[in-house]
Each structure stands twice: as structure tokens, then as C-alpha cells.
């Protein structure tokens, strides 16, 4: 049993408008101090597998296939056995 | 500067319909080894600050006050100085 830890951000070229909203509202907040703030997702899971390897490319399938939008986002994870 | 890499997370107690829905959808993908899956936020942001200590004290001030609600979810975070 592997865990993934998986960040699905906004590509660099692409705006975010709900960072752009939030580091506004930082100002507000008396935290001017916080820039560039970009909200993506974090999604946790569990995969059995047999192998680091199997389960690499199998979160690498559900990367591809449903959690990112890679016409608009990038993805990065991290793979711990349980 | 610093570079805070951030993550909000449903607490586990607290149901999670969006993390759910998607584990039912990997079943259809062919994916069913995917399981318990949570979705949550990352927030990726910069910091001016003089020291690491007053740049960990900002983003917890960001993320109790604005990023994070405290009552269904929890937040961690890693700073680095660029």
C-alpha cells in the first residue's frame, strides 16, 4: 500500500484569478508582506500496489486521465509506502 | 523572501463529497487499486520578511484568519528561503 501526495497547480502562464482575489485580501488583513499567491489543489490517496513503480505510474494515469487539466494545470506528487 | 508552499486539508472527521465522488470515478477509469481519496487546497505564496521566524508567523496568521477554516479543516505548511 503506497500514499501519494499530489499538488495540481495552475501552469505559470495561466492567470489565477482566485490568488490574484486572496493576495487583495491579504492587504486587507495587514499582511501586504504576502505576494504571487496561486491556489491549486492537494489531493491525498491510497493505492495498492506492488510495487513503487506500479504505483508511480498509476497515480501518473489518474494525473493524466482525471485530477489535472493539463491543458491549464501541472502536476507534482510524492510516493510514501505504507 | 520566502517561498511557502501550503496545504488545506479537510480534517478527517469531516466527510469529504468532492474526494468521494472522484474515488467512484476511478473505479470507472479502470483505477480501482485508487483509494481514500482527499481533495484539499495548496497555495503556493512569497514572503518579505527579515527572518524565518517572522516568516513563519505570517503565514500562520494567513492561513488561521483567510486561508484555512480552522472548524472543518487543517493546514500545513514549509517555508523556504529563496
Chains 1, 2 share one sequence.
Not at 37 to 65: F, M, P, T, Y
Request: hydrophobic content about 45%; aromatic content about 4%; charged content about 25%.
Amino acid at each position: 500500500m503506497f500514499q501519494a501526495e499530489i499538488d495540481v497547480m495552475p501552469k505559470k502562464e495561466i492567470l489565477d484569478p482566485q490568488g490574484k482575489a486572496v493576495t487583495g485580501s491579504m492587504k486587507n488583513l495587514g499582511l501586504a508582506e504576502i505576494q504571487n499567491i496561486r491556489i491549486g489543489k492537494h489531493i491525498s490517496l491510497q493505492i495498492e500496489a506492488d510495487s513503487a513503480e506500479v504505483a508511480h505510474e498509476k497515480v501518473e494515469l489518474a494525473c493524466k486521465n482525471l485530477l489535472a487539466n493539463l491543458i491549464m494545470e501541472s502536476y507534482t506528487f510524492k510516493l510514501e509506502q505504507l
